[in-house]
């Protein structure tokens, strides 16, 4: 059974400080890996697409790497207005997508 | 402007009713999903389809109900079978099922 496990649950950071939040999966034959970011109340917004091993893809402050096991979502000096929950998806054999419960990240001016 | 739109905002449900949940997309996909978000998982899958008039079921798929008559609209029934409809409806698209999907702004479903 396909799984994804996003740590950590929730992440509190000051303006500028940078991180990175991590995404596990088991899959078989990975089809696609998702980043997207959830406003509260909002749908999800689509990031990136993360299809094999040593792929990386950048956007503003975001950048997405994928390795055999997991993914980063890598965060470059943030601003309060990246405050969101960051939500990874995974597909494999199947044609669903398996999401994990995401990371709330709290970034303080 | 393309994009995903879902109505009601916020719909309330009293016990034993029916409620219809619409979706509607001008992106031109020819896949389009039912998502459940609950606090603290996961979303998970109610019904897909790829293609109009056909339909298949996700991992919660008990309780509810779609229809695929156009390629634009996918609208989800909640039917009175389900215990515990409370929760927040996603409705997403993609061209492709291997592609990433998009997703509309979501519907709020209580029940009272």
């Known amino acids: 059974e396909d799984q994804v496990t996003q740590s950590p649950e929730a992440l509190r950071l000051q303006e500028g400080e940078s991180s990175s939040l991590n995404c596990s999966y088991t899959v078989s034959g990975l089809r696609g890996l998702f980043w997207y970011r959830q406003d509260p109340g909002k749908g999800p917004e689509f990031l990136f697409t993360l299809y094999s091993a040593g792929e990386e893809k950048e956007k503003e402050r975001l950048k997405a790497t994928l390795t055999k096991k997991e993914s980063f979502l890598h965060i470059t000096a943030p601003k309060p207005e990246d405050s969101a929950t960051y939500l990874c998806a995974v597909r494999g054999g199947s044609e669903k997508l398996v999401f994990g419960k995401g990371t709330k990240l709290t970034v303080n001016p | ?112």
Not at chain 2, 92 to 111: C, K, N
Request: net charge neutral; hydrophobic share 30%.
């Open chain 2, 1 to 112: 402007d393309g994009g995903i739109t879902q109505s009601p905002k916020y719909l309330f449900r009293k016990e034993g009713q029916n409620v219809t949940l619409s979706c509607e997309q001008n992106l031109n996909h020819d896949a389009m999903y039912w998502y459940r978000q609950d606090p603290g998982q996961g979303l998970r899958l109610i019904y897909y389809s790829q293609i109009v008039n056909d339909f298949q079921k996700g991992d919660i798929a008990e309780g509810y109900s779609v229809s695929r008559e156009k390629k634009e609209s996918f609208p989800l029934t909640v039917t009175s079978a389900q215990k515990n409809p409370t929760a927040f409806y996603l409705c997403a698209s993609s061209i492709d099922p291997l592609y990433e999907q998009f997703f509309g702004p979501g519907t709020r479903l209580t029940v009272l």
